[in-house]
């Protein structure tokens, strides 16, 4: 379980105190699976949009791969920034 970093370990036991006398320690297994199965299910949506998407780019001939074109484009601007600044860069 990755938790934020600026919550410390009593301020989880103290979280953790509360939900029990909430919700009762009988009934935090059910909440925890209705949890995992609502994050199970919007990660199967996002896959299936996904999906969906990556087909239709397909389909239609649209190049799915941008960052490779951007990765060139930006390794061109760096090479062009070194040939202009590399006398500069030489002097100092």
Do not use: C, W, Y
């Not at 509360?18 to 297994?29: C, E, S, T, W």
């Not at 090479?79 to 100092?92: A, L, M, N, Q, S």
């Amino acid at each position: 379980m990755i938790l934020p970093l600026f919550i410390s370990g009593a301020e989880i036991a103290f979280i953790i105190f509360i939900l029990v006398m909430v919700f009762g320690a009988d009934k935090i297994p059910e909440i925890a699976r209705g949890l995992g199965q609502g994050l199970r299910s919007i990660k199967s949506a996002t896959n299936d949009i996904k999906s969906e998407i990556s087909k239709s780019a397909e389909k239609h001939g649209m190049d799915l791969d941008i960052t490779k074109d951007i990765k060139k484009e930006v390794d061109q601007v760096n090479d062009d920034i070194d040939e202009i600044t590399g006398p500069i860069k030489r002097r100092f």
